[in-house]
């Protein structure tokens, strides 16, 4: 059975994107349904910075259609703050309270450690990740080079694969990405969750693409076109550093992987039949 793939954008309120993205005159209140004409999921940033409240949940499931998903991060709260504490399983407890809203709309969350979260504090992720509940997906990321290193890895993805967590896997500058593609060949649960990042944060102008990622697009195209012919689900999600524009950088990775893109219209607009 083949699996299915997801692609879509870190975010979606973004004013660059109306012309060459979003139709000229869109308005900003409606940059996600006009967004959920084009993809089919999303990754959330604002719920990093705090748990969401329920208004805006529940305006995000109204605005999207039937089968849309949410990924969502993890509040920093939990992660960097608490360090993924027992301290924090107030706050992880409300926040997937409100996750849940989404319904059979919500996807993965995604449990991003920062660079600074080494192999040194292993005991709190061995406690953490027994913690999370089963009815939700998780992946993890870690952003440190030294988690890739053979005396910590195998541990690593021993520990996520016992409880079905997924290791993110993100194209950025913090692991190389011969490293990250071999992973994608050593699945920890029974989806994978891909970031592309990018090499930096100089682009500052998200209208246009600036970098010619084809190469390593084609290679990500390759290795999941394997994946997916063993059943493996993936969510996948561009930021716009990758490559410039984000919805291009998915747009072409849809293509190569023979999934037609397709172009969102102004909210209103009439179709003709004629």
């Known amino acids: 059975m083949a699996g299915r793939i997801l692609v879509g954008t870190q975010g979606w309120n973004y004013a660059a994107w109306v012309g060459p993205f979003y139709p000229e005159g869109t308005r900003p209140a409606d940059f996600l349904s006009t967004y959920a004409q084009a993809f089919g999921t999303v990754e959330v940033d604002s719920t990093f910075y705090a748990i969401p409240p329920v208004n805006s949940v529940r305006g995000w499931e109204r605005r999207t259609p039937e089968g849309f998903v949410f990924a969502l991060k993890m509040p920093q709260e939990i992660t960097h703050e ?3 504490a027992p301290a924090a399983d107030d706050a992880l407890e409300l926040f997937l309270e409100r996750a849940r809203l989404l319904g059979p709309k919500l996807g993965p ?5 920062g660079p600074d979260f080494l192999p040194s504090e292993w005991d709190a992720l061995e406690r953490f990740v027994p913690r999370l509940p089963g009815d939700v997906r998780f992946a993890l990321e870690v952003r440190h080079f030294k988690w890739m290193r053979p005396q910590v890895l195998p541990d690593l993805l021993s520990l996520l694969a016992e409880h079905g967590v997924a290791l993110a896997l993100s194209d950025g500058k913090w692991i190389d990405r011969e490293t990250v593609l071999d992973l ?5 649960a029974d989806f994978h969750y891909l970031r592309w990042m990018g090499p930096n944060r100089d ?8 970098v010619d990622r084809s190469d390593e697009t084609a290679a990500w195209a390759d290795v999941l076109g394997r994946v997916l012919g063993r059943g493996m689900d993936v969510f996948g999600y561009f930021n716009n550093h990758f490559a410039g524009h984000s919805p291009a950088s998915a747009r072409d990775l849809q293509r190569r ?3 037609p893109p397709v172009e969102p219209r102004q909210i209103g607009e009439q179709i003709s039949l004629f």
């Open 203 to 210: 682009l500052t102008d998200f209208s246009h693409v600036q």
């Open 82 to 84: 608490r360090r993924l």
């Open 184 to 188: 994608a060949e050593r699945p920890t």
């Open 109 to 113: 969350v995604l449990v991003q450690m």
């Open 257 to 259: 992987l023979g999934i």
